[in-house]
């Protein structure tokens, strides 16, 4: 089993829409990231957080510590926001989901 | 500010050969990452630095070996290619216990 679970593995939505995407780990952390990777392959660092609540422009991420379940949304979804969302934490070392692909259409 | 570079975006070895992948940033990071991304699986750290002169072994550190002389650069070597070691490779830094900075990552092709 992974130590880092995301779901969905992948989504569609219409634009505007509100979407959620999911991370579950198993493991003891001092904090958890989550990343987006765009088509062309680079990687930028969205949060991280270690509890509660962050809010960038139209992403939110939230984390529950005691139930080790992190939550990352989006409102108001554009095409732009098409990417791949990975969610990492901070262990011993960093450990990274699969990702979760999303595909966001006009 | 350039953040994090790598050197060469793209390359296609044949078996046997050997090469280095160069990692750089300006943001004066102590730690600095190596890892590789294949299909269906999540990034796998390879090696990482906490610092100039240190490295230590990631989850697959086989086949692979790094240095980190200078605080900007991070080296990782091929010594021996595989086909097994066919991947996309990012390189990271990170202030200590911060966010993590990704380069635009290495297309290598093993043959």
């Known amino acids: 089993k992974n130590e880092v679970e995301q779901s969905p593995q992948n989504l569609t939505a219409q634009e505007g829409e509100f979407i959620t995407i999911n991370c579950s780990y198993s493991?003891?952390?001092?904090?958890l990231h989550w990343l987006q990777q765009h088509p062309g392959g680079g990687i930028v660092s969205l949060f991280m957080?270690?509890?509660g609540k962050k809010k960038h422009g139209r992403l939110i991420a939230t984390i529950n510590i005691q139930e080790k379940h992190s939550s990352l949304h989006i409102t108001a979804s554009h095409p732009r926001d098409s990417a791949v969302y990975i969610c990492a934490v901070s262990a011993d070392k960093l450990i990274f989901g699969t990702g979760t692909r999303l595909q966001v259409f006009p | 500010n350039a953040g994090v570079t790598q050197t060469p975006k793209f390359r296609v070895l044949k078996t046997g050969q050997s090469m280095t992948l160069l990692c750089a940033q300006d943001m004066n990071h102590e730690y600095m990452y190596w890892y590789r991304q294949d299909p269906g699986m999540g990034l796998r750290l390879i090696h990482y630095s906490v610092g100039e002169g240190t490295t230590a072994k990631g989850e697959v550190p086989d086949g692979y070996n790094v240095s980190r002389l200078k605080k900007q650069n991070f080296l990782l070597g091929l010594e021996s290619a595989a086909p097994s070691q066919t991947s996309v490779y990012f390189c990271a830094s990170s202030p200590i216990l911060g966010e993590q900075y990704f380069g635009p990552g290495t297309r290598l092709t093993v043959t």
């Open positions: 957080l270690s509890s």
């Open positions: 493991v003891g952390i001092s904090a």
